[in-house]
């Protein structure tokens, strides 16, 4: 598995600058957003029990109005017709993926962190065989400047006091540091303790 995070940071940081090379007017920030999600299916698909299947992006667990970036459930489950709505007692893990991690000023980090936990929550009283994880691709870790924010600290301080936080990479450094080198094995270890 460890080879695995390696290979995902490569995929997507030459998608990245070749999508930077391209003079266009209009972000690629979605594209990316959903790139990356997709790639993070193919290779978390390789991970789980053949039990369990992961859905496809932008998916919901019917009776809640929350849009979760992927599911994993039962394999053979069923969307709702005319959605990618799956019953509760199908589904065992829901994620949240972002590209380069949630941000905001000091003032607003600590709710925006919070929102995301309050989509986990929501479901998580409802249904507590539903456990969630949060991934980013890129965040802010260990800055060197007195007084900067560590934007993955303050991810783990809240969405972490209940659930998985996991980094890939270094956005300042657009590396893998040694702090964050196995987060991928971690990611997977998570999720496969959800699904027993």
Known sequence: M?????????IIQNKTDELDKKDNT?????FI????????IEFLSKEIP????????????????????????MKGSKPEKYTRSFDPKDVRLGMELK???????????????QKVKNTFDIVK?????????????????????AGSIDYLKKNK?????????????????????AELENDWDKYVEE??????
């Open 2 to 10: 460890a080879n695995t995070q390696q290979t995902i940071f490569e």
């Open 33 to 40: 957003g959903d790139y990356f999600v997709r790639v993070i």
């Open 50 to 73: 053949k039990s369990y299947q992961v859905t496809e992006p932008n998916s919901y667990i019917t009776g809640f109005p929350v849009e979760y970036d992927l599911l994993i459930i």
């Open 125 to 145: 009283k409802e249904h507590s065989h539903i456990n969630f994880v949060y991934l980013t691709f890129s965040e802010v870790t260990n800055p060197k400047r």
């Open 99 to 113: 590209m380069n991690g949630i941000y905001g000023s000091r003032k607003d980090l600590e709710k925006n962190n």
């Open 191 to 196: 999720i496969n303790r959800s699904l027993k």
């Open 157 to 177: 301080d809240v969405i972490g006091k209940d659930y998985g936080v996991f980094c890939l990479s270094d956005s300042r450094r657009q590396t893998i540091t």
């Open 26 to 30: 209009v972000s690629w920030k979605k």
